[in-house]
């Protein structure tokens, strides 16, 4: 079955970085989308970046656009997150999810497996 693993989450203090990274298995890596997701509590989860399988575009929220970077190796079956000049309000628990969507998978409804999530956690 599908399984994804992320890794790489802890506490930061405002300004510094961290590189999340999710590895997969039971699947063919390199035919799905991959998407990175957040959910800080009481709130509800949100987009925060992806990459297309299909030629590699990425997208992301506007929230953290200049800062984060997605990116995937194939070989690894691995995605990653950089996340850089973090802030508070990034704090939240960040889950990786697979897609087979080819168009622009910003929503959840497009995701169809889920890891467990890691907690990222910045201090002011």
């Known amino acids: 079955q599908v399984q994804l693993a992320e890794s790489g989450g802890g506490l930061v203090q405002a300004g510094g970085s961290l590189r999340l990274s999710c590895a997969a298995s039971g699947l063919t890596f390199s035919m799905y989308t991959m998407g990175w997701f957040r959910q800080a509590p009481g709130k509800e989860r949100e987009f925060v970046a992806a990459?297309?399988?299909?030629?590699?575009?990425?997208f992301y929220a506007d929230s953290v656009k200049g800062r984060f970077t997605i990116s995937r190796d194939n070989a690894k079956n691995t995605v990653y997150l950089q996340m850089n000049s973090l802030k508070p309000e990034d704090t939240a628990v960040y889950y990786c999810?697979?897609?087979?969507?080819?168009?622009?998978?910003?929503?959840?409804?497009?995701?169809?497996?889920w890891g467990q999530g890691t907690q990222v956690t910045v201090s002011s």
């Open positions: 999810a697979t897609s087979r969507s080819n168009t622009v998978p910003t929503l959840l409804r497009d995701y169809s497996y």
């Open positions: 990459i297309r399988w299909s030629d590699g575009t990425t």
